[in-house]
């Protein structure tokens, strides 16, 4: 009798200790009838974005050097963060390099000329952040102006950010 008075008293400790541990998390899940989900929509690296373009400029004058880029998908907006550019022309000087948006705001950026021990031909670039929205349906513009009479043969720019999807 005394044995099976103490089985029967270990199986009722057992059965208390297992409740003391399971009874949490029971409890919290009935109180909840499904588990959440959750979406980070607006995460960078979510749908990273990187275009390239580049492109001649045939000039005669001050040249006037417009890089468009494809424009945003339809249901999203294009965060710019980071513009990279370069151009290869003769002597005569970069006047200005910008990012145009279609509301006509204007980011200017420094144009550095790179040492002309390194490169063959003059080469000026462009590599900095910057914060700048674009809407569906709308085309980031990369904007340069020479004072140089010449063509430029060879001019190019990146554009590096993320695309955020409006339509969650």
């Known amino acids: 009798m005394n044995n099976r008075l103490l089985t029967i008293t270990g199986a009722l400790a057992l059965v208390e200790v297992l409740g ?3 009874a949490a998390p029971a409890l919290a899940q009935s109180n909840t009838s499904r588990a959440t989900v959750v979406k980070n929509v607006d995460e960078k690296g979510r749908t990273p974005y990187m275009q390239f373009q580049a492109r001649t400029c045939l000039g005669g004058g001050n040249i006037i050097c417009d890089i468009v880029f494809p424009a945003v998908p339809a249901g999203k907006r294009l965060v710019v963060e980071r513009v990279s550019a370069s151009v290869i022309f003769a002597p005569g000087g970069v006047r200005l390099a910008s ?3 279609p509301s006509n705001a204007q980011f200017f950026f420094p144009v550095q000329p790179i040492d002309p021990k ?7 670039v462009v590599n900095d952040s910057t914060l700048a929205y674009f809407e569906g349906g709308q085309s980031p513009v990369f904007h340069w102006i020479f004072n140089n009479g010449a063509d430029v043969p060879n001019v190019s720019s990146t554009l590096s950010g993320y695309l955020v999807d409006l339509e969650q």
């Open 20 to 22: 003391v541990f399971s």
């Open 99 to 101: 990012l145009l948006t």
């Open 118 to 124: 390194v490169t063959a031909e003059p080469v000026f």
